[in-house]
């Protein structure tokens, strides 16, 4: 079992940037995985990266977020850049034996 905190959503303007946090309990990290859900809709896929540090993006997010970890510290980011309303959502991070963190909030508005 893995406990995961995430942390760093806030409300930003379009174009502006965050920067999430994800906190694990445990330093051994497998693919861990960024995912969102909006209002209506289904959880959605984000990004992941490996244990050796390779990366996979959805399209729509590609060239804009990045995710990455320090393995030291358990703690996975995702730097989100030119940010859009659309990328208004709940992000949840979620490790590689299927548990989640609780959710920070996103807003992207005017």
């Known amino acids: 079992q893995v406990q995961l905190v995430e942390s760093g959503g806030g409300l930003v303007q379009p174009g502006g940037s965050l920067r999430l946090s994800c906190a694990a309990s445990i330093s051994i990290f497998n693919t861990m995985h960024w995912y969102r859900q909006a209002p209506g809709k289904e959880r959605e896929f984000v990004a992941s990266i490996t244990r050796g540090g390779t990366t996979n993006y959805a399209d729509s997010v590609k060239g804009r977020f990045t995710i990455s970890k320090d393995n030291a510290a358990t703690t996975l980011y995702l730097q989100m850049n030119s940010l859009k309303p659309e990328d208004t959502a709940v992000y949840f991070c979620?490790?590689?034996?299927?548990?989640w963190g609780q959710g920070t909030q996103v807003t992207v508005s005017s």
């Open positions: 979620r490790s590689w034996n299927g548990y």
